[in-house]
């Protein structure tokens, strides 16, 4: 009984031994490419020891500023492979290289990589590389200069090199100097004696490192990708037919300009293979993306589809413009500062136009408005800024304002109607959306510097501070609202463990927007647009939680992320929709047939809900009555208001002060300060015109009139 006992315990110490096995330090060959498209290696070293979880980089290495970032992501996604390993060791990480600097994001993949050998006791022995981004999940992501890097990967003697998924074609410059095209996993084998393969996930990888270079087919992986899953279809709303529409015209224009686009590079004189590359890679990013909005169109997930499908749209504008008009990728493009003009007019006539919405419309009037500004704000981040983007981003920046003011335009389509009252501005909603900015301001102080930087979070918050500059306030509140969603998705996201149970209590309080009273409603668009797109991810979680755990956890977190959307601007409707829809109204028209309600004054507090239609007659009479009754309302309201200004201007004087006050304790912010102060002040100079206008028309004697004219109002078409 003793020997088997002692047998048993040997075994269990060998076994622990074999599983807590790994590789103390290693190092791995790196690539990136220069200003000339040329390949370049550097050595990337990772040390492990026992430890706690802690990172630590070389900072004496010429590394981007994101390269503490992927490596943060790289030992997530690696302690999602090999669990064991968590809080265990502590990493060191260092990057050597001759160049002037490695950007770190597309060292990502190869630090998850490495990660995974040496947890896993793996020895690559210098023959097995990789390079694209990794994301904490587990993604691995695409990068420039595929095609460069593995050529040199080749010539370093690296036998295996893995690439992110969907970047098999590639563009080779020739030794004639002229761009081939090639699909790099044949070429590679067939001229390099190279095995190149793709990867989506850290699963991936590790599916890969724990194989015999030898054994791999490249024949076997060619074309290799997951069966699309694609949730079966849900039934809209009513209020989202327009979106149909919408999202119908998206894919007819993207598959047909598709088409044009993919003849057009092949024919194109452009040389230099990392730009050729760059848009080949553009028109599969389109395809892709055409065919998913396609089948999501007929899920019925038509915010899924139209944003697959506008995301299509953007990369073919940039396609275009650089196919037919090369010049635009050179530095003070004429080209590129003329397209910048043209999308500003393009901006303002758009602008111009949202005057025009339609009260009974305003949701649709207001997400129009959303993006045009997002449009605005993106151009002058173009002007303004000296960036060090690279040629073709510029010309993504550009076509992305541009398929903004389009989707603007559609939104407009959607919400101008004739015959009914133009949505209007209301100041009701000037301090809400302040107070909504302040809160998201002073959150993002006490965040994780990734997490305020966040490229989504900041376009809508810098959204909502400008829709607040131009007055647009229920728009500003739509921005900073969807802004506070983002922020607190973020911050959810960045959880150690992210719980399904967070989502699920959110996605089931939001389920009443489903009901059979909710589906013929036309209101709330935005929250049941959104709320069928967190449908979809999570029907998508669950589809791949036995099947990929990265796919299946990206797909929650995003889930979270759209619910987090659909529950903020939920409230927000229903503020902004009870104010229009219940407000009392005043509504005022002369019309000989019938009764146009064109203007709309908020009523006095404790003023009686009432609307008033003035209309021509035969009939004196019954203008006369309707005239005097006016005016005794009005020399009502007059009374009331001179009883109000001097109270109102006292209550001005002490929230100037208090706002000092609040200011100097950092209670608010330097911008709020302001932008309250010159509101307030602004105030008081109203108050002070008012009266000393009503003293002068009560001192003034008025001519007598023999009696009212009345003229039509009559309303333009449009």
């Known amino acids: 009984m003793n020997k088997k006992l002692i047998f048993v315990f040997l075994f269990l110490i060998i076994l622990s031994a074999n599983i807590f096995a790994y590789i103390p330090k290693a190092q791995m060959k790196i690539f990136a490419v220069n200003s000339s498209n040329t390949g370049m290696d550097a050595n990337l070293i990772i040390e492990i020891k026992p430890g706690t979880g802690k990172i630590f980089s070389n900072v004496n290495s010429p590394v981007g500023s994101l390269t503490q970032e992927s490596e943060r992501n790289a030992v997530n996604a690696a302690e999602r492979v090999v669990p064991l390993a968590k809080d265990k060791y502590d990493y060191f990480f260092e990057i050597q290289s001759s160049a002037s600097s490695i950007d770190g994001p597309s060292a990502g993949a190869a630090m998850a990589l490495l990660l995974v050998s040496m947890l896993s006791d793996k020895d690559l022995s210098g023959k097995v590389s990789i390079t694209g981004t990794i994301t904490a999940d587990g993604y691995v992501g695409t990068v420039g200069g595929i095609g460069s890097k593995a050529k040199k990967a080749s010539e370093l003697g690296i036998k295996l090199f893995m690439i992110p998924a969907g970047n098999r074609r590639q563009a080779i410059t020739t030794n004639t100097g002229t761009s081939q095209i090639v699909d790099l996993p044949d070429y590679a084998y067939t001229n390099w004696d190279m095995k190149v393969v793709e990867v989506e996930t850290i699963e991936d990888i590790q599916n890969y490192v724990s194989m015999n270079i030898n054994d791999i087919d490249i024949n ?77 169109s007929k899920g019925n997930y038509l915010y899924t589809a139209a944003n697959e499908a506008f995301l299509a749209k953007t990369y073919l504008i940039a396609i275009d413009e650089v196919v037919n008009n090369p010049s635009i990728l050179s530095k003070d493009s004429t080209i590129y500062n003329l397209r910048l003009k043209e999308i500003e007019n393009k901006i303002s006539l758009a602008e111009n136009r949202s005057k025009l919405c339609s009260l009974d419309k305003l949701e649709w009037c207001i997400s129009a408005r959303q993006r ?88 809508r918050l810098n959204a909502a501070k400008t829709d607040y500059e131009m007055e647009w306030y229920v728009t500003a509140l739509y921005d900073a609202a969807s802004a506070k969603a983002v922020l607190k998705s973020r911050q959810e996201a960045s959880q150690e463990n992210f719980d399904e149970s967070i989502f699920v209590s959110k996605y089931n309080s939001m389920s009443f927007l489903t009901s059979a009273t909710n589906k013929t409603s036309t209101t709330n668009i935005w929250s049941k647009m959104y709320y069928d797109h967190a449908t979809f991810y999570y029907r998508t979680n669950q589809y791949y939680q036995n099947k990929n755990t990265t796919k299946a956890q990206s797909s929650l977190k995003t889930a979270n992320s759209v619910i987090n959307l659909s529950k903020e601007l939920y409230e927000i409707e229903t503020k902004v929709l009870d104010y229009y829809n219940n407000a009392g109204n005043i509504i005022i028209e002369i019309s000989d047939k019938e009764i146009k309600p064109i203007e709309t004054i908020k009523p006095l507090e404790n003023q009686s809900q009432e609307k008033v239609y003035v209309y021509s007659n035969k009939n004196n009479t019954i203008f006369y009555v309707i005239a005097v009754g006016l005016f005794l309302m009005i020399i009502a309201i007059v009374i009331d208001n001179e009883i109000r200004r001097n109270s109102r201007k006292q209550k001005i004087q002490r929230l100037l002060l208090d706002l000092e006050h609040k200011l100097n304790d950092g209670h608010i912010s330097k911008f709020t300060y302001e932008d309250m102060k010159k509101s307030y002040l602004k105030e008081l100079k109203t108050e002070d015109q008012s009266r000393r206008e009503l003293e002068r028309k009560i001192t003034t004697p008025q001519p007598a009139k023999e009696k009212p004219i009345i003229k039509k109002v009559l309303k333009k078409k449009k």
């Not at 045009?372 to 960036?387: D, P």
């Not at 919400?415 to 009252?421: L, Q």
């Not at 107070?435 to 490229?455: M, R, S, T």
């Open 220 to 296: 076997a992986t060619k074309e290799i990708k997951d069966q699309q899953y694609f949730p079966i279809a849900i039934e809209n709303s009513q209020a989202l037919s327009p979106m149909r529409i919408i999202v119908d015209k998206y894919l007819v224009d993207a598959r047909n300009t598709l088409n044009k686009t993919e003849n057009s590079i092949s024919n194109s004189k452009i040389k230099d293979s990392s730009i050729v590359q760059s848009l080949l890679s553009l028109v599969d990013y389109s395809k892709e993306s055409i065919e998913e909005a396609e089948e999501y």
């Open 372 to 459: 045009i500004v997002w449009a605005k704000n993106k151009i002058n981040e173009i002007k303004s800024t000296k960036s060090n983007d690279s040629p073709l981003d510029k010309v993504m920046n550009y076509s992305y304002s541009l398929a903004w003011v389009s989707i603007a335009n559609d939104f407009l389509d959607a919400g101008i109607s004739s015959n009914t009252p133009n949505f209007v501005e209301s100041q009701e909603f000037k301090y809400l959306a302040q107070q909504y900015i302040v809160d998201i301001e002073n959150e993002l102080i006490l965040v994780d510097e990734a997490i305020a930087k966040d490229e989504d979070l900041t376009r």
